[in-house]
């Protein structure tokens, strides 16, 4: 059986391949997001980066998206701490604040089809950012599912 490396190795002390492989790609964090001024609440929309895939719920451009959307944010292991926006779904908040993967993971599962099924992921959910007039118009709830 191989060895379950995130629940002996810490965020910090993960090589590239791990960190990466931590990512059940669900698209959540490719969501635009919006801040209320007055409460600082957090609203997730349906509005997807223009280089999300949809379908496979990944970035098109992954390794050059910085040239292409230089406010991408690169989660690390040094910032994780202050990414409060991602959703609670998220295998890096989830490990950092000291829980497992969720069953659907695909490091447990072997592929994003559980993911999928468990509506984690933003899979037929969003629609294109290019196409959207108002983000307000956009809001939706169902990012802060937390299967699990």
Request: glycine share 6%.
């Amino acid at each position: 059986m191989m060895t379950q490396f995130w629940t002996t190795t810490p965020l910090e002390k993960m090589t590239p391949v791990q960190w990466e492989s931590l990512c059940d790609g669900c698209g959540k964090c490719c969501l635009n997001k919006i801040i209320d001024d007055e409460t600082d609440e957090l609203y997730y929309t349906n509005a997807a980066c223009h280089l999300l895939d949809s379908d496979s719920c990944g970035c098109r451009r992954y390794i050059e998206r910085f040239k292409y959307v230089p406010e991408c944010t690169a989660i690390t292991p040094d910032n994780i701490s202050e990414l409060t926006w991602l959703p609670n779904s998220c295998a890096y908040r989830r490990l950092h604040l000291g829980k497992g993967l969720p069953s659907w993971h695909p490091l447990l599962t072997g592929s994003k089809d559980a993911m999928h099924a468990a509506g984690i992921s933003v899979q037929g959910k969003t629609v294109n950012e290019m196409k959207v007039k108002y983000l307000e118009d956009c809001i939706v709830l169902w990012p802060l599912l937390d299967v699990e």
